[in-house]
């Protein structure tokens, strides 16, 4: 499975960035997409994750809830995470995942419990 992030770059505090992620590869009937970012000097951090399969939920992590929307697309393999009220502290690499099944809510923000990672995408916010 490759995974291909799009969507980082510059934007001054309070705007907005959307960012896409699109797997290509191998299908699951149940899978996990995840958003993770991780800033300069800063350990990799959980954002968001949608499942796909039975229930089909959205996650946030508590720094991002209200401000972040992530959003799955049904007719492929893709995942958009909507960037609202952006902070200089949202400065990061964002990288998003997959896992092969439908992660339970303990392991949706554990990145050892995803399978496939993109590259990442630099979102960077500054006036």
């Known amino acids: 499975v490759q995974l291909q992030a799009s969507g980082g770059g510059l934007v001054q505090p309070g705007g907005s960035l959307t960012l896409s992620c699109v797997a290509s590869?191998?299908?699951?009937?149940?899978?996990?997409m995840g958003w993770f970012r991780q800033a300069p000097g800063k350990e990799r951090e959980w954002v968001a994750a949608v499942r796909w399969g039975g229930m089909s939920n959205t996650y946030y992590s508590g720094s991002v809830k209200g401000r972040f929307t992530i959003s799955r697309d049904n007719t492929k393999m893709a995942v958009h995470l909507r960037m609202h009220s952006l902070k200089p502290e949202d400065t990061a690499v964002y990288y998003c995942a997959v896992a092969q099944r439908s992660l339970i809510f303990s392991a949706i923000g554990d990145s050892v419990s995803y399978d496939y990672w993109g590259q990442g995408t630099l979102v960077t916010v500054s006036s």
């Open positions: 590869g191998r299908a699951f009937s149940r899978y996990t």
